[in-house]
């Protein structure tokens, strides 16, 4: 009984540092999230997506006042412990498809390790949730890395595919068309208004 008080004290307390956020996909998302808890005089330890951590848990007030700052430039405060998962999924992902993190394993056994939990569970959980799978959603994240790089017109889409892991040209150009009904080709031609904000991937 006694070791078990000791195991479970620490969980509680980090947790109880722990903020988790909605809506958080880039580095921008960062630092607009640091900048509104600065502003409230609540200086987090560390944010980073999808979560803000801090050395002392901030009190219901504080919490309140946090929720209506990031609210008003569009986030929102996490409680449901299976949403934080998903948003915590997202943020990996996204981490690994836009900001091109190097992954020592599969994407599976990555998202596995990183969250704690085994992959069929997480990947059930996210079905159930998202309506959609993993393995979509961090197509459609590519495919609109895909579209930023295009956009950039600075590789070809040779350098394109290597970059983003697809097998072949031919690979690529078929997943892009299906997703978006245009060829690789044809959406740099016309690339005005074709991108779509992250998080509403």
């Not at 903020?19 to 330890?45: A, D, S």
């Not at 050395?55 to 412990?81: C, H, M, W, Y």
Request: aromatic share 6%; charged share 25%.
């Amino acid at each position: 009984m006694d070791r078990k008080t000791i195991t479970e004290k620490p969980v509680a307390r980090e947790n109880a540092e722990n903020i988790h956020i909605k809506n958080m996909v880039c580095n921008r998302c960062i630092m607009v999230v640091q900048q509104e808890l600065e502003k409230l005089g609540v200086h987090p330890m560390s944010v980073t997506l999808g979560e803000a951590r801090f050395t002392e848990s901030p009190t219901p007030e504080q919490l309140q006042s946090i929720r209506d700052a990031l609210s008003a430039v569009g986030f929102e405060l996490i409680d449901d412990k299976k949403s934080r998962l998903i948003e915590q999924v997202k943020g990996l992902i996204i981490d690994v498809v836009h900001h091109q993190k190097k992954l020592k394993s599969n994407l599976s056994d990555f998202l596995a390790m990183e969250i704690g939990k085994d992959y069929s569970y997480i990947s059930n959980l996210f079905s159930e949730v998202e309506g959609t799978t993993i393995e979509q959603f961090v197509i459609h994240q590519k495919i609109e890395k895909v579209k930023e790089l295009l956009v950039y017109d600075e590789l070809t889409l040779s350098e394109i595919a290597h970059q983003m892991h697809y097998s072949s040209v031919a690979h690529l150009s078929n997943q892009f068309k299906k997703i978006t009904g245009l060829t690789p080709s044809h959406f740099r031609k016309i690339k005005d208004n074709k991108r779509i904000p992250i998080d509403q991937v």
